[in-house]
């Protein structure tokens, strides 16, 4: 059995790096620009967080795209 070792330090400057994150009260919530809370950063609430989620679900959070000119360009090669 082959084992990862882990280095203690590593872990805990990672959890330091983002509790220091998750307690800046600078970031607004990107939804209602109130401060942010720890536990659901980075949005203030879970109503927030769901506001968010259901943007993504339904298509408002789409990244526009260029159409493509060459489709059925080269179709004509058949199986």
């Known amino acids: 059995m082959v084992r990862a070792l882990k280095s203690?330090?590593?872990g805990n400057a990672r959890s330091e790096v983002l509790s220091a994150a998750s307690n800046d009260?600078?970031?607004k919530c990107p939804i209602c620009?109130?401060?942010r809370v720890p536990e659901y950063a980075p949005f203030c609430s879970k109503r927030c967080a769901d506001v968010d989620l259901h943007r993504w679900l339904t298509g408002s959070y789409a990244i526009p795209a260029q159409e493509?000119?060459?489709e059925g360009v080269g179709d004509?090669?058949?199986f």
């Open 8 to 10: 203690p330090r590593a």
């Open 25 to 27: 009260n600078s970031v």
């Open 33 to 35: 620009q109130a401060a």
């Open 68 to 70: 493509d000119d060459t």
């Open 76 to 78: 004509d090669e058949a």
